[in-house]
């Protein structure tokens, strides 16, 4: 296709279908394109600039916002292009990359966007992807011939292309082979880079498990320690209120006389209605079950008593204790804060801590296989044919 004295070159593959939308004088036109060449002529005005124009578009070229009609209020160019079998495994493995792929028909479904606003839109296969993927696929398939220059012989890679298939077809099968030995060799060097990154991970990840693990050590918690804990310091905040009910109650049921009073205790009490009840219980014998029962009373008033005395025994108002109770409770907090929800799950943790702590390595075998793989690069070269 031509404009004045430029040209494209489609020598790696053929572009069945070109459809313009919106761009310049192009309303909206659908181009059947054949293999061999096409030539767009027309009178000054018809296009012709504005064909070339949407193929750059199509293959990546600079978006020009001045170009698209405000009416739609942007420009669309599609394409469908048929890859010619030297370009086809590259073309297709950048797609894939971007992850498109082709139609089922082997066809490679292009689309390029451009808005008033100069936003750029591409599209491979209908999925969205940059435009320099279009860019790429262009360097594989088109070639610009310009007045003074073939813009697409200044690619390095184009040179390297052209001159494989001067060679020929002996050639291109030894290329081929060394393609492949390189393919692999890559393969096997992000394979052996892959074990030293996860290996990395695994050592940082111990390295944090043996951090915790020595801060758990060095607070050592005790199964259910919190909870006692938090039970004990309420006791000591208290103690002074606590030890007053005790008092009284104890007081009320075994103390006896009180502060010269001559006040008989609950005990007491008990016992001389018992003992009362037990006078009469050969006149009725209702008067022994409910004396029996009394007896029971003041043997449960016993035990309270005695528990009573015991509680006010080890009661104690220590302020020193407090502290101690309040420093350790903020040591657990530390480690519930970071790794359960209480002591039992800092405890659990730690037990799974251990299992995972020491530092990973792969197996030697397998290091010995990647570095070895990796060291027989390059691979030896092909025995080029003579002449």
Known sequence: MAKGRTALLLSGGVLEELRITGLGVIEDTTLPLTRGMNVITGETGAGKTMVVTGLGLLFGGRADAGRVRADPGRAVVEGRLRLAKHAAAAVNARIADAGAEPDEDGTVLLSRTVTVEGRSRAHVGGRSMPVSVLGDVGEQVVAVHGQSDQLRLLRPAEQRGSLDRFAGAEH?????????????????????????????????????????????????????????????????????????????????????VEGGDETPDATSLIGTARRTLEAQAGVDGKLGDLALRLEEAATLIGDVSAELSAYLGVLDADPARLETVYERRAALRGLTRKYADDVDGVIAWADRAKGGCPSWTPPTSCWKSSTANASAWPPRPPTWPAG
């Open 172 to 256: 291109e099968k030894l290329l081929e082979t060394f393609r492949e030995a390189y393919t692999q060799w890559r393969a096997v060097e992000d394979d052996l880079a892959d074990r030293w990154r996860n290996a990395r991970e695994r050592n940082q990840e111990a390295d944090l498990l043996r951090l915790g693990l020595d801060e758990i050590t060095r607070v050592d918690p005790q199964p259910g320690e919190d909870d006692e804990l938090k039970a004990e310091a309420q006791r000591l905040e208290h103690a002074e209120g606590l030890r007053t009910a005790a008092t009284l109650a104890y007081g009320s049921i075994a103390a006896g």
